[in-house]
Structure formats: structure tokens, C-alpha cells
């Protein structure tokens, strides 16, 4: 286990306050040392750094914060961009980056981050009415530069911060076709001890010859996590907003199982799905016992989830108890299952154990008067998207001993 760098900060994109000297787009990665810089680095300079002379090779770019008080020094150097970020951003070494000509900073990478994903495409040929990120036409995004830079990333990943678990999502990442598998293939062969989590609808493992060059591609380290929403295909269908989805999911999934991929099935928990979330968990237990492991899932409320929350949001709570026999069933059929995006005082203890901390860092938060609940160390907390009128839940209650 990697031990987390306590100074990183979680951000995902920032925009630099000011800038000097940027002229062009830069991709790197990020050195905190400066003395074994190459050109293609970009040196982040920590509070307590020394100032260096660079003297030797000039770095891609140089980033400091506002509090620093070497900044004319450096703002003056004329020799390669500086860019000034606020106080509270801090990066570590080894994180990849890009800076767009107007100073924003794009973090691909982040070695103290236990969720590093890539996205790989936001295209998707489901719609689901909960969709927190809803896809974009795929004319928008240039595929092939997107995998180009995932490519570029991984190219640069250090030896010391290979990732334990690398997560590709979209968008839909099948649409890719081949670039998905040249791009598994190549974190494989650059980290083979990662294990990819591949988020997918799994319509594409329809087709098993595709699945067969997955598999040879990841080496044996991959998990899909691919969801499936009812044990029919009339609700199944009508939740991904494409007739015929179920059907190619359902041979999706016993296709990965020939091909021995570990599948982890992923049901977000909402209205619909609860009316007929045991007939769901009956039918996973009796025709798929081969998944590694069942995710049930509370919504995020982003994207269409926002949009449709009148139909669909219903509170934890409310369904707490059929979440409990949901995991009964499963369980009695020697299923593993957990419980992702869901805190703890809102389901039964019965539970609790099956309850994963799995909002990413970058995305999670607690209210206030969590600050005084015992158990907040082991609660996986709230969506930092969530606002008054988009709240998973009325009963918060704190544990107090
Ligand atoms: S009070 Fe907060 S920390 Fe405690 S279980 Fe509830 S949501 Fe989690």
C-alpha cells in the first residue's frame, strides 16, 4: 500500500490566478525536486523548496503558490512559463498534467489518489434516465486524441507510482472498439500488476470475439463493472433508454465469464429500481452466482439524475429494509455484495459491513453535524454535488457512542 502524501489536495482541474510566458499548451509531469529536471517537467515549487537556479536544463514550466515569496524571482526568470496557483492547491511528485494556454491545469494523474481514472470517450449508445454524466455525440470528441492522451499518461507513469487499481470510464469506453483494447493492453504491459476496473454497460461483450481480445489484453487484470438494472427487459431497457440493451448485456456478461473476466454488477438504487430490487437480486443469485461481486448503489445526483429526480430520487431510508433483505439474498447464495455511495445512518446495521467507503476523494464531503458522529472515520459520506434540493436524505443521525 502506497502511504497518502498528507499535503496533496484533491482537485481534478484548477486555473492558475496568473501566468507569464505561456504560449503553448504543456503536458507533463510534475517534479517537486528540481535538481533532476528534464525539459518535459514541470516543476512544482513547495513553500519550503529551495529556489533553484536551473542553471542546467529549463523545465516545461514552473508552478508556486501565492505565498510565496520568491515569486518576482521567478516571475522575472523569462527562461519558461511560471504560473501562480492559490495556496491551497498542491501537487506531488510525479502527478501528470496539462496546462492549456489560459492557465487552466488538468491533473490526469494523481499519485496520492487511490481513484485515478481515465476517460476514455463521452460517448455512450445508452441514455439512462440517472445518468450523472450524460454523454456528449461522439462527432465532439476526437477519440483518437482522447486516446492519444491516455496513451501519452501512462507513458509517463513512474516506476514508484504505478497505481494498485486503474479505472477507465466514459462515456460508454466499448465505443472505442480497438482503441479501448490498445489501451488496456498498454496499461497492462507498463503495470501489470494493476488491476483495471473497467466501467462499462457491457452491450459491446455481446460480441465474444471482442471479449476474447479484452481478456488477451489485460492479462488477467481486469474487472468489469457493468450494471444491470432489473431482472426483465422491459424495465431494464426503459432505465438505459435502449430497446434491446438487456438481451446484449445478459450474453455480455456470460461472455465475459468464458473468457474469464471478473465481473462486478452495479445497480444504482432509485425508485424504479427498488420496486423490483429482490426480484433482481433472486434473479443475479440463480443465473449469474459466477460475479466476483454485486455494487448497489445510491445515485449521485448529477446530470439527468437532477433532471428526473422528481421520478426517480427516493430516500435511503425509505428502502432501507428492502436493501437489507436485497443483501440477505445475495448473501445466502455465497454472492459478495456492497454498498457503495450510502451512509451508514441510513441503512440498517445489519449492514453495515457490506458498506464501502467509495465516493472518490475528490467528490466527497459530510455535512457539518457529522463532525460529531463516532463513526464518521468509517462512513463514506456524500457526493459533494449534493445541495438542499438535491439531498439524499432527510435522516441524518449521527452515531454518538
Ligand atoms: S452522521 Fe454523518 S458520518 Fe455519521 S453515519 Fe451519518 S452521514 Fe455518516
Not at 535538481?35 to 542553471?55: C, E, H, K, M
Not at 470517450?121 to 492522451?149: F, G, H, W, Y
Amino acid at each position: 500500500m502506497k502511504p497518502v502524501i498528507p499535503q496533496d489536495t484533491c482537485f481534478l482541474f484548477t486555473q492558475a490566478e496568473s501566468t507569464c510566458g505561456l504560449d503553448k499548451e504543456i503536458f507533463g509531469k510534475v517534479v517537486t525536486e528540481p535538481g533532476q529536471i528534464t525539459n518535459r517537467d514541470i516543476v512544482y515549487l513547495a513553500a519550503d523548496t529551495v529556489l533553484p537556479s536551473f542553471q542546467g536544463a529549463c523545465p516545461a514550466a514552473l508552478i508556486y503558490s501565492a505565498e510565496d515569496c520568491r515569486a518576482p524571482a521567478l516571475w522575472e526568470n523569462g527562461r519558461f512559463p511560471v504560473l501562480l496557483v492559490k495556496p491551497n492547491i498542491v501537487f506531488s511528485c510525479g502527478d501528470i498534467i496539462s496546462i492549456s494556454m489560459k492557465g487552466r491545469i488538468h491533473r490526469h494523474y494523481r499519485t496520492a489518489s487511490h481513484n485515478n481514472a481515465f476517460l476514455v470517450t463521452e460517448a455512450c449508445n445508452n441514455l439512462c434516465v440517472m445518468c450523472p454524466q450524460p454523454p456528449k455525440p461522439a462527432r465532439i470528441v476526437d477519440p483518437l486524441q482522447l486516446e492519444a492522451s491516455v496513451a501519452a499518461t501512462i507513458d509517463l507513469l513512474d516506476d514508484e507510482h504505478l497505481p494498485e487499481t486503474l479505472c477507465i470510464t466514459g462515456g460508454e469506453p466499448t465505443m472505442l472498439s480497438e482503441g479501448l483494447i490498445r489501451i488496456i493492453d498498454k496499461i497492462a504491459k507498463r503495470s501489470p500488476l494493476t488491476l483495471i476496473h473497467l466501467l462499462t454497460n457491457g452491450r459491446y461483450f455481446y460480441y465474444e470475439s471482442y471479449v476474447a481480445h479484452l481478456a488477451a489484453a489485460a492479462r488477467g487484470n481486469l474487472l468489469v463493472g457493468i450494471p444491470l438494472f432489473a431482472h426483465v427487459s422491459d424495465i431494464h431497457d426503459y432505465i438505459v433508454q435502449s430497446r434491446g440493451a438487456f438481451d446484449q448485456t445478459l450474453v455480455g456478461l456470460l461472455n465475459c465469464y468464458k473468457q474469464g473476466i471478473s465481473i462486478e454488477l452495479r445497480i444504482v438504487l432509485h425508485q424504479t429500481t427498488i420496486e423490483s430490487l429482490l426480484d433482481l437480486a433472486e434473479f443475479i443469485a440463480k443465473n449469474f452466482f459466477f460475479v466476483k461481486h454485486v455494487a448497489l448503489m445510491g445515485m449521485e445526483n448529477m446530470g439527468y439524475a437532477k433532471l428526473n429526480w422528481s421520478t426517480l430520487s427516493i430516500d435511503p431510508w425509505d428502502y432501507k429494509d428492502t436493501l437489507s433483505a436485497a443483501v440477505e439474498i445475495l448473501q445466502r447464495y455465497g454472492i459478495e455484495t456492497r454498498i457503495f455511495n450510502l451512509p451508514l445512518c441510513v441503512v440498517n446495521s445489519d449492514v453495515h459491513a457490506n458498506c464501502a467507503k467509495s465516493i472518490s476523494d475528490f467528490k466527497n464531503t459530510y455535512p457539518l453535524i457529522c463532525a460529531q458522529c463516532v463513526k464518521r472515520e468509517d462512513c463514506g459520506g456524500f457526493f459533494a454535488s449534493s445541495t438542499d434540493k438535491f439531498f439524499l436524505t432527510q435522516h441524518i443521525t449521527p452515531f454518538l457512542v
